[in-house]
Nanobody, 127 residues
Framework: QGQLVESGGGTVQAGGSLRLSCAGS?????????MGWFRQAPGKEREFLAA????????YYQDSVKGRFTISRDNAKNTLYLQMNNLKPEDTADYYC???????????????????WGRGTQVTVTQ
């Protein structure tokens, strides 16, 4: 089934950028699946941020990140990305990638159907 491993988190000043990566291990760990990103800040509920279909032709963004974050994927590298620009202190959270094994469903269903998760990478945005 494969595993997902996030990287690229760190500490950045407000207005800065980071690019998160989510590497899939094992054959076809991400290539045929709808993938996405979530985050969870301390004391808050998990937030669904973005999703992308298997070939990158369809994407979805939560309003809180629309215009600032870009989700993409490179199936040849078995890797999912989240480019984060114009970061704000309220973006501070643990970020997780996830996938759903369900097919023929809207990519937004990932919010409820994610069944494989990475362990997360921490992002801290300072003033």
């Amino acid at each position: 089934q494969g595993q997902l491993v996030e990287s690229g988190g760190g500490t950045v000043q407000a207005g800065g950028s980071l690019r998160l990566s989510c590497a899939g291990s094992g054959p076809r760990a991400i290539t045929v699946y709808t993938m996405g990103w979530f985050r969870q800040a301390p004391g808050k509920e998990r937030e669904f941020l973005a999703a992308i279909n298997w070939n990158g032709g369809n994407t979805y963004y939560q309003d809180s990140v629309k215009g600032r974050f870009t989700i993409s994927r490179d199936n040849a590298k078995n890797t999912l990305y989240l480019q984060m620009n114009n970061l704000k202190p309220e973006d501070t959270a643990d970020y997780y990638c996830a996938r759903t094994s369900k097919v023929n469903t809207p990519i937004t269903s990932l919010e409820y159907d994610a069944d494989v998760w990475g362990r997360g990478t921490q992002v801290t945005v300072t003033q």
